[in-house]
């Protein structure tokens, strides 16, 4: 019997192995893409050598083969890469955190990156085998050496080193898969499916191909209802990562499939956008805009993000940091080699990294969506009725930071054009005397098309944007202007619209009205601020504006809010003098004060419907309608 040394871990490796075992990682399949990363790393190493070394291996000759021994619990995970000798078994495997890899790399940082790809750099992925083996086992012959050595282990007590056979250069990992506890089912990991799936998600793009052997049921020739298995060796990854495929080699058709397999929905995106960047941040992304929204897309649970890949491996499904609130609908993935990554993976030591590609993708949808806008109208309006409702929440949120990036991205219903039009597009066809961007708030096209606010500035031939999204006004009112164009609610009440001659009418007519007003404010006992002849109303009697910032379309809004119920608006309202309402109420005034205040209550409850806002007594109001028509 040989005398086998058995060498415990150093001392702070033991507390280190027994923490990666149980809490470094959440979920314990990553243990097998770990073990496939070194693998990589270890045929790129070898790889890298050959082609210095004049070696004559080819990049086809290297692979990695996985194989399941069900009945003895036993996975292997087998390359023929670079190896190691006795000396690096017992460097690597035998001091936790020290990576051969990332030496590796440090040794040869003036090398292409596209011959070398290395994954590791903390040197502790291989412990995580320990989440799910109760043995592990490493056999390994280095490139260039005679004798293959066996490394072993079962955890925390320490490991032995030997002498073994073994023909191919390359390392061979046999793990013993725990027995399944009541928490968890280790079983698992020994289903041919379960590899699979495994290998699919978190090892797709390893360059290098991850073979296993895979059984199927085939019917029996002749038979019709007896089955036999057949195995054979399959491929399991896809090796090469679309995001890396030059754009002239892929058609609408190949992103769109893969857009389809990768985020599961039935229909093709509405585009896609697939960027390369190198400098401060050098990643390859690979985004796309889907054409319906999820059904949980307005709601809080739903989830933004993009996939995030280090060179190819996943690293996190869901990166929220690269996506910024109002691009949330953006799906899609980043690889970047350059992450500085904590030693889980699952979570990223700098998000400085994160913010400079954020702001560099942000700038990369915007300009997608700026040319989807011009080149291709049809389109972005789809896009804009999905989606446009996140770009509205963008301007207002945050206070306003998103409002320069975003203002030349919105669309507004145009009384002029009778379709969507943009601000620059509103803009660029303004009258030389009109001095803001007129704005309408209301239900629907419809309603807003017939609120006797309109008619005035209509006539005055100017262009009104109908808002019919509760955020809409909120929107404008953050932007504040647009290139120097403030915005002007047609409800504001003074509009400047009257010439000097008609501004001196008023002012006569309001002057002798005063008393008539104030009363009728009275009446109204403190619904209104105040009672006002109109500059707005044309043909209309009556309508209800509003002083200050908060709009009566807001109220309506922030009253289905509950925690802000109470936020009214400074509602005004105001009397159309060319009406002969106007003169009967004056003639009420000297006659019939009583009479008048029932006049007030009506013309008030009338604005309110107009408006499209509840009465407060519609019975009362029936009752006052009646009694004037008997
Ligand atoms: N299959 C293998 N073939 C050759 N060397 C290997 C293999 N697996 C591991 N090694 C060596 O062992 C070292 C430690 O591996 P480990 O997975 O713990 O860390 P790492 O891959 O360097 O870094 P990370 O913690 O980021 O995975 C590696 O750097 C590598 O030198």
């Given at each position: ?12 490796s033991k507390r280190l192995l ?566 009967t109420l004056k003639k009420l ?31 009362e109001y029936s009752n006052k ?6």
């Amino acid at each position: 019997m040989i005398f086998m040394a058995k060498k415990a871990f150093k001392a702070e490796s033991k507390r280190l192995l027994d923490m990666m075992i149980n809490s470094i990682y959440t979920h314990k399949e990553i243990f097998l893409r770990e073990l496939i990363s070194n693998a990589s790393d270890a045929l790129d190493k070898l790889y890298f050598k050959s082609l210095t070394e004049n070696l004559g291996i080819e990049r086809k000759d290297l692979g990695i083969d996985l194989a399941v021994d069900k009945d003895n619990r036993l996975i292997t995970i087998t390359d023929n890469g670079i190896g190691m000798t006795k000396d690096e078994l017992e460097n690597n495997l035998g001091v936790i955190a020290n990576s051969g890899s990332f030496k590796f790399k440090n040794d040869n940082t003036d090398t292409e990156k596209d011959d070398i790809n290395v994954i590791g750099q903390f040197g502790v992925g291989f412990y995580s085998a320990f989440m799910v083996a109760s043995e592990v086992t490493v056999e390994s012959k280095a490139y260039g050496s005679e004798q293959a050595y066996k490394w072993y282990s079962q955890g925390v007590d320490g490991y032995t080193i030997t002498d073994c056979d073994k023909e191919d250069v390359g390392t061979k990992i046999t793990l013993k898969i725990k027995e399944n506890t009541e928490e968890e089912e280790y079983d698992e990991y020994l289903q041919d499916y379960k590899l699979r799936m495994i290998v699919k998600k978190y090892s797709d793009y390893i360059r290098y191909p991850i073979r296993m052997e895979v059984s199927h049921q085939h019917l029996k020739e002749g038979t019709e209802n007896e089955y036999e298995t057949h195995t054979e060796i399959e491929t399991l990854n896809s090796m090469v990562p679309i995001w890396n495929k030059s754009k002239s080699e892929l058609k609408d058709e190949d992103y769109n499939q893969f857009y389809k397999e990768k985020f599961f929905d039935y229909d093709d995106p509405i585009a896609h956008i697939h960027t390369k960047a190198e400098g401060t941040a050098t990643y390859n992304a690979l985004m796309y805009i889907p054409s319906k929204a999820p059904f949980d897309y307005y709601s809080k649970d739903y989830e933004k993000g993009l996939q995030l890949y280090s060179n190819g491996v996943l690293i996190m499904d869901k990166c929220p940091d690269l996506l910024p609130d109002y691009f949330s609908f953006v799906k899609g993935l980043v690889d970047s080699a350059d992450l500085s990554l904590n030693i889980s993976r699952e979570m990223l030591q700098h998000d400085r990294q994160l913010k400079i590609i954020e702001k560099s993708l942000e700038r990369s949808i915007k300009n997608e969506l700026t040319k989807m806008l011009r080149n291709d109208r049809e389109r972005y309006e789809k896009f804009w009725k999905v989606f446009g409702l996140q770009i509205k929440f963008g301007v207002y949120n945050g206070f306003g930071a998103g409002k320069e990036l975003l203002k030349d991205l919105l669309l507004f219903y145009s009384s002029y054009e009778k379709k969507l039009v943009t601000l620059e597009e509103y803009v660029s066809r303004m009258k030389e005397d009109q001095k803001y961007i007129y704005f309408a708030s209301g239900e629907t096209v419809d309603k807003i098309d017939k609120l006797p606010q309109t008619e005035l500035v209509k006539d005055k031939g100017y262009e009104i944007l109908y808002l019919i999204d509760s955020v809409d006004e909120f929107a404008l009112q953050m932007m504040v202007d647009y290139n120097e164009k403030q915005f002007k609610s047609v409800s504001a009440g003074d509009l400047d619209l009257e010439t000097p001659e008609e501004k001196e009418e008023m002012k006569a007519k309001a002057e002798e009205s005063k008393d008539m007003f104030a009363f009728m404010k009275d009446s109204l006992g403190g619904k209104v601020k105040d009672v006002r002849l109109s500059k707005i109303l044309k043909s209309h009697a009556v309508c209800l504006t509003s002083d200050g910032l908060l709009s009566i379309e807001m109220e309506k809004v922030l009253s289905q809010m509950p925690a802000e119920h109470d936020a009214k608006a400074e509602k005004v309202l105001e009397i159309n003098a060319e009406h002969p309402i106007y003169e009967t109420l004056k003639k009420l005034y000297e006659t019939d004060k009583d009479k008048l205040k029932t006049y007030s209550e009506i013309l008030y409850d009338q604005a309110l419907l107009v408006e499209g806002m509840p009465i407060e007594d519609p019975v009362e109001y029936s009752n006052k309608i009646c009694s004037l028509m008997v």
